[in-house]
């Protein structure tokens, strides 16, 4: 069945620093890509998503690219804010009919001043 | 636009009873609704599929009886824990396919069950 790995967690970073969360991915047929973002005690946001590989997913600052050869999704971000403080999620969804979103585990990132 | 009201936010219930939670698509029509949980510091896992005025589909391992899920209009699903007991405390968000967007989601609900 379908699967999403995120690196583990937590990750602790000082104000503009680059960020890094790596997520990979196992799926049959063409998935769509996306990363949520969860502050806490809230539900979730979405922040981006690519649909079709080599897409670029891009918002506030962050990006992700849908490597369909390494089936990666990794998220970016050049210079992180406190403000970005949350949890991540990478996650994948059935192509362009949509159904379950399948969820990796998500990671934890906390960024000091 | 795409919002979907999810309540109560916050419920703490005695081991027993039985708690509602409801979730509201505010300015769409909401066919499809997904039940996840959501244990602390851990992933969200899909609980159940719920189509308007149609059964719901439950994951593996989920119990039907224990987590009651009704869709009975196209803006409302509401998923019920009955007989809660300490185990079943945890975050559940309910998210809904919006036309031509993609998912959003409710704002999740904290069960605790004491």
């Known amino acids: 069945g379908d699967s999403v790995t995120q690196m583990e967690g937590p990750v602790t970073l000082s104000e503009e620093a680059f960020l890094t969360i790596n997520c990979t991915y196992t799926a049959t047929g063409y998935p769509s890509l996306f990363w949520y973002v969860q502050y806490p005690g809230e539900g979730l946001q979405l922040l981006l998503k690519?649909?079709?590989?080599?897409d670029k997913g891009s918002n506030k600052g962050f990006e992700a690219t849908y490597r369909k050869e390494t089936t990666s999704f990794h998220l970016e971000k050049g210079s992180v804010q406190v403000s970005d403080s949350a949890v991540y999620f990478c996650a994948l969804g059935g192509g362009t009919s949509y159904g379950k979103l399948t969820f990796g585990q998500g990671t934890i990132l906390t960024v000091h001043p | 636009g795409a919002v979907v009201s999810q309540h109560p936010s916050r419920v703490i219930c005695k081991s027993g009873t039985s708690v509602k939670i409801e979730c509201r698509s505010l300015d769409f029509q909401a066919t499809t609704m997904f039940w996840y949980r959501q244990f602390p510091k851990q992933s969200l896992m899909l609980m159940a599929t719920?189509?308007?005025?149609?059964?719901?589909?439950?994951e593996q391992g989920v119990e039907k009886d224990k987590f009651l899920i009704n869709h009975a209009s196209l803006t409302l699903s509401t998923l019920t824990v009955t007989s809660a007991h300490p185990e079943d405390s945890s975050f559940y968000i309910c998210?809904?396919?919006?036309?031509?967007?993609?998912?959003?989601f409710g704002s999740g609900t904290r069960l605790t069950v004491v």
């Open positions: 998210s809904a396919i919006v036309p031509n967007y993609g998912y959003t």
């Open positions: 719920s189509n308007e005025g149609s059964k719901a589909t439950y």
């Open positions: 690519a649909t079709k590989a080599d």
